[in-house]
């Protein structure tokens, strides 16, 4: 059974810092692109992050030298480290892997900046 579950979300005040975590099990992380999504409330789901097979990363302007995408095959994880939030950075985010017209994504995990 193919899951991916986020966790790590949370309320946290402007300026600090939070890692978000995707488990990936039931397919071959090895193989796949991962990203990061986020959705604000009224707003299109929106791509943050993206690591292919290779360590090959982009990110989204809004996110770049604050955010770092990375995996960990072994451990069949993704993470999401994202530093010196903004109140917009607030929305749910979602984990997706990716191969070729293969696409899963998980559930999402809220994430909160507003002091």
């Known amino acids: 059974q193919v899951q991916l579950v986020e966790s790590g979300g949370g309320l946290v005040q402007p300026g600090k810092s939070l890692r978000l975590s995707c488990a990936a099990s039931?397919?071959?992380?090895?193989?796949?692109?991962m990203s990061w999504y986020r959705q604000a409330p009224g707003k299109e789901r929106e791509l943050v992050a993206t690591?292919?097979?290779?360590?090959?990363?982009n990110y989204a302007d809004s996110v770049k030298g604050r955010f770092t995408i990375s995996r960990d095959n072994a451990k069949k994880a993704v993470y999401l480290q994202m530093n010196s939030l903004k109140p917009e950075d607030t929305a749910v985010y979602y984990c997706?892997?990716?191969?070729?017209?293969?696409?899963?994504w998980g559930q999402g995990t809220q994430v909160t900046v507003s002091s």
């Open positions: 997706r892997a990716q191969f070729l017209s293969t696409s899963y």
């Open positions: 690591i292919g097979g290779g360590s090959t990363i």
């Open positions: 039931g397919f071959n992380l090895n193989i796949y692109v």
